[in-house]
């Protein structure tokens, strides 16, 4: 049987080092290439085709666990995780081999066993268990938004307005008027519905600035904002929202 | 606690030491001397009416101090005092007949003793209310701004912690000279990121050394992929600020501009001053926060926070990425202002 193969892809030089002088210790006939970060990985994945990869999670350009998915069937993979990024139990429950840093050498021993001992049969299918270790997406608290050349970061809670604008979206708040390169509806979908109502095809607003809603001499309803003279129309279609206003 | 405060200014306002009392008695007898010796008994009387009910009312509102609340101590000042009145007024008009002067009519004389105690005896208690109440404001504020110090402050991530000593450990082994480098920038940082609590102001220089420890760390970490650069101007270095606002800044241009992308970055802080005004600038040219139009910061939301409750609209935060592809962390402080803020 020819040697086999390992590669270690973690993107600090020392860590990645120490992980490599492990390895070599204890498992002497193997090769070992290092990766310093997520697109070499995938690099060498391609055309060296390693038998085992210890894969840090936390890399630039490809992490980890998207890596773990592109080797697929072909490579036996073992986790290298930082203390408390992930929750191990995960882990444990989709039976995957993982280190945890900084390493333990009687861990590293035992997970180099594991993976030795498995080396004939394929590797077990991680599909499942990325899709679950992917963190969830939390709700945005910022959008980035252009004016003139610089792009500024906005905190939501600081959005008076949004107002389709052409193709673009214009958010406004007490100190600033920029331009968001998404739809109204697109961005109506991103947000928090109970933080943002939409009031007219053109409009939505952050409900926590609404002062009041009244309507004009010819019937048609507006919103009034607090601390803002901008006065926004409410169409047919959403006044059920200021039902018993 | 509010009557707590109130007890204590009820104190503080009626209450006297024996001999002020004493000297106040005889300033009375003074008063009252001189009326009778310049035979101005109606004043006298007066003085008698408007005096006595003021101080039953003094010495109702001692003696209930520590049972009284703000309203219920203003509610029994005004009875005592419209009581009092009513109480005196049988006796003015007696004494005044008794010597045979015209007395005033009973609606002024009412008038007279209600408005005097009021005045004297109130106000100063309506002002201590409000100054209690503004004070028990600051202290609350006070107190959420030094809890959420202390979190932030008890907030050196045990991941960092580890990270850094795997790295202190492999140096060990095969460059030990650089090992105990690391270990000095890792004591130095702890050092200042864990002061005692009474500290709550800092200095730039000393934040800029904060920092510096910290990207040294990390430039040790990292290896050729992070260079930095710090420019603190000396003649700025003693400007008061609040500690670990720029540590959150550049903790936050390492850890999305640094870690997520691939090949070198480069960090600069720099601070400068302009009148009043303190602007330091965090710039990296890292990944920034890329392609994606919606983030969530929660770091960041929590800086601005601080800063809106230390200095209101005198402070400002902004985070943009201008044309070089810089990502610009951007935090203006009054520099004059800085010093009386954590008093």
């Known amino acids: 049987m020819t040697a086999p193969r390992i590669l270690v892809a973690d993107d600090e030089p020392l860590l990645r080092a120490e992980l490599v002088e492990a390895l070599e210790r204890l498992w002497p006939d193997a090769q070992i290439a290092a990766a310093q970060d997520g697109i070499e990985a995938l690099r060498l994945g391609r055309e060296w085709m390693p038998d085992v990869a210890f894969l840090d999670i936390r890399m630039p350009g490809l992490d980890g666990l998207e890596l773990a998915r592109v080797f697929g069937a072909r490579t036996h993979v073992v986790f290298v995780t930082a203390y408390g990024e992930h929750a191990l139990a995960a882990f444990d429950e989709g039976a995957v081999d993982y280190v945890v840093k900084p390493i333990a050498l009687e861990r590293l021993a035992r997970a180099v066993e594991r993976v030795r001992a498995r080396l004939a049969s394929p590797p ?24 003139g050349n610089t792009i500024h970061f906005i905190d939501l809670a600081d959005v008076l307005y949004f107002c389709a604008d052409a ?11 920029a331009h968001i390169r998404l739809s109204l509806k697109e961005l109506a979908d991103s947000l928090d519905p109970a933080a943002f109502w939409q009031i007219h095809r053109g409009y939505m607003v952050a409900v ?8 004009a001499e010819d ?10 003279p901008a006065r926004l129309p409410v169409s047919q279609r959403f006044q059920y929202l200021f039902r018993g206003m | 606690m509010t009557d707590d405060d109130c007890a204590r200014a009820i104190r503080r306002l009626y209450g006297c030491a024996w001999r002020q009392g004493l000297l106040s008695l005889l300033c009375l007898a003074l008063v009252a001397g001189g009326a009778l010796l310049l035979r101005r008994y109606a004043l006298l009387a007066l003085f008698g009416a408007i005096v006595v009910p003021g101080f039953v009312t003094c010495a109702l509102l001692l003696v209930a101090a520590r049972r009284l609340g703000w309203t219920s101590a203003m509610t029994l000042l005004l009875a005592a005092t419209g009581a009092g009145a009513w109480a005196v007024l049988p006796a003015y008009q007696s004494v005044l007949a008794a ?3 015209q007395a005033l009519p009973d609606q002024q004389v009412l008038a007279c003793v209600v408005g005097v105690n009021v005045a004297v005896l109130g106000l100063p208690l309506w002002f201590a209310r409000t100054r209690a109440h503004a004070q028990q404001l600051a202290d609350l504020r006070n107190a959420a701004l030094a809890a959420e110090l202390k979190a932030l402050q008890a907030q050196v991530e045990p991941h960092f912690l580890y990270n850094t000593l795997a790295n202190t450990r492999y140096l060990a082994r095969h460059q030990p000279p650089r090992a105990v480098e690391m270990l000095e920038h890792l004591i130095a940082y702890l050092h200042s990121a864990l002061p005692d609590m009474r500290s709550q102001a800092s200095t730039l220089g000393r934040e800029f050394e904060l920092a510096g420890h910290y990207l040294a760390l990390m430039a040790i970490r990292f290896g050729e992929r992070l260079q930095y650069q710090l420019d603190c101007p000396p003649a700025l270095a003693a400007v008061s600020m609040p500690p670990l606002l720029l540590m959150t800044l550049v903790e936050n241009a390492v850890c999305h501009g640094l870690e997520p992308k691939p090949g070198t970055v480069r960090i600069a802080v720099t601070a400068v001053r302009d009148g009043d005004v303190l602007t330091i600038v965090v710039a990296d040219d890292g990944a920034g926060i890329g392609e994606t139009t919606l ?9 601005r926070e601080r800063l809106q409750a230390l200095y209101g609209a005198r402070a400002g935060f902004v985070l943009r990425r201008g044309d070089a592809g810089l990502t610009e962390a951007v935090l203006t402080l009054p ?7 954590m008093a």
Request: glycine share 10%; hydrophobic share 45%.
């Open chain 1, 208 to 215: 926590r600035r609404i002062a009041s809603a009244a309507r």
């Open chain 1, 167 to 177: 193709k673009y979206t214009r958010v406004v708040t007490d100190g600033l008027e």
């Open chain 2, 295 to 303: 983030g969530s910061g929660v770091g960041l939301r929590n800086l």
């Open chain 2, 335 to 341: 520099a004059a202002a800085a010093l009386e803020v």
């Open chain 2, 99 to 101: 010597w045979g002067v």
């Open chain 1, 124 to 147: 077990p299918d991680l599909t499942h268990l990325v899709s679950r270790l992917r963190p969830a997406p939390r709700a945005p608290a910022w959008l980035q938004a252009t004016v």
């Open chain 1, 219 to 228: 019937g048609a309803l507006w919103v009034h904002l607090r601390g803002h």
